[in-house]
């Protein structure tokens, strides 16, 4: 009897260290239609009660927020009183994540040293790609440790180029929020094209491409193993762990769109650079920067094409540049994909011009 206890026991605490869940929790997509409306949702965003998987762009377009079980009669009485619309559409949060769970387990195992676009690969076999690209195609694809997570993976880079030096380098990265796992493979089929598929070799003569698939490894490692919806990085925090990645870069930080509260989605750490996955980036950038002449920063998710700023509503000096550039590859993508992208400076409802929060690192927008 004693035995069973003990087994019950082990067995209800490796259940719940395994993996966070997410059992009742709805998602809701809201809808306002007025600035007051968007700031009083807004006061919800450093609640932990809240998850906000997409952010406020326009009025009159929905934003998707995941709401814990203690807090959704509250929230659903709110939106009432103050005449928000609103649907659900995720009933239980858990469920599609074991959905989710089940497709990847049914998916075949992915052979060491290949990429699969049918299945969210681990870190381990995503490096294991890039090494035997390495190895394969030396002659013009090589990767490069630009430094380490915190918890000790190897940041990998890979360029590809047809050699030369002093080219323009398109930089591409991915993955800087831990969950958005579609941003991986998106990385991955461009660098399987470009390396993989000799009809493109043209792309890279003129211009070097250097992809970093997965900059933030601890956080997508965490939200494979524990917690789906991890965001951040896994820094420790002395109440809640974790960075946003993505407002932790010094150029206008904590002005806008980020939170200092430790516990939020959004936190920018305790200081600019505070991450090591943000400073190797930073590294890198700056040891380039005459060469970097368009920096890439994949997400999910939201059709959006967005260029800078986010700390201010002014446009850049080159707004027009980015804007056709944006317009082009839309249509670009329409024409194989038939969808369509909203392509703009990131936006905001607080005022005319829709400025929130950009998408890309801030001191590294630097355009065609
Ligand atoms: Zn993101």
């Known amino acids: 009897m004693k035995l069973l206890s003990l087994y019950l026991l082990t067995f209800a605490f490796f259940q719940s260290s395994w993996s966070f869940s997410y059992d009742g929790y709805k998602a809701y997509s809201v809808t306002p239609k007025t600035l007051g409306q968007a700031k009083i949702l807004k006061e919800f965003e450093d609640d932990e009660h809240f998850d906000f998987w997409s952010e406020f762009r326009a009025l009159n377009s929905s934003v998707d927020v995941m709401v814990s079980p203690k807090a959704q009669l509250d929230f659903e009485n709110f939106l009432s009183s103050e005449g928000i619309d609103y649907t659900i559409f995720i009933e239980n949060v858990e469920e599609k994540i074991q959905e989710e769970n089940k497709r990847q387990k049914r998916s075949a195992l992915v052979t060491r040293g290949d990429v699969s676009f049918t299945e969210f690969m681990r870190y381990d076999d995503i490096t294991a790609y890039l090494d035997k690209l390495n190895v394969e195609y030396s002659n013009i694809a090589q990767t490069q440790i630009i430094g380490k997570s915190f918890e000790g993976r190897d940041l990998y880079l890979i360029k590809i180029s047809s050699g030369g030096s002093n080219k323009p380098i398109l930089f591409m990265q991915a993955a800087i929020h831990a969950r958005e796992w579609i941003a991986p493979p998106v990385a991955l089929y461009v660098i399987n094209q470009l390396v993989e598929n000799p009809e493109n070799a043209d792309l890279y003569q003129n211009v070097d491409w250097v992809i970093v698939p997965v900059v933030n490894p601890d956080g997508y490692e965490f939200s494979h193993v524990d917690t789906r919806l991890w965001r951040k990085t896994r ?134």
């Not at 509260?261 to 400073?279: I, L």
């Not at 920096?295 to 707004?319: C, Q, V």
Request: glycine share 8%; aromatic share 12%; charged share 20%.
């Open 235 to 368: 820094t420790p925090g002395t109440i809640c762990a974790g960075t946003d990645g993505n407002r932790n870069f010094d150029y206008h930080w904590m002005v806008t769109g980020a939170s200092g509260w430790q516990c939020s989605q959004t936190y920018a750490g305790h200081s600019p650079f505070s991450e090591v996955e943000t400073q190797a980036i930073r590294d890198y950038v700056l040891a380039n920067k005459e060469n970097i002449k368009l920096f890439l920063d994949i997400h999910s998710y939201g059709n959006w094409l967005l260029y800078p700023w986010g700390y201010t509503t002014d446009p850049p000096d080159d707004a027009d540049e980015l804007q056709a550039l944006g317009d082009r590859v839309n249509d670009a993508i329409a024409a194989v994909r038939g969808t369509t992208y909203t392509v703009g400076n990131s936006t905001s409802c607080y005022t005319p011009r829709r400025v929130l929060v950009q998408i890309t690192p801030r001191e590294l927008l630097v355009s065609i």
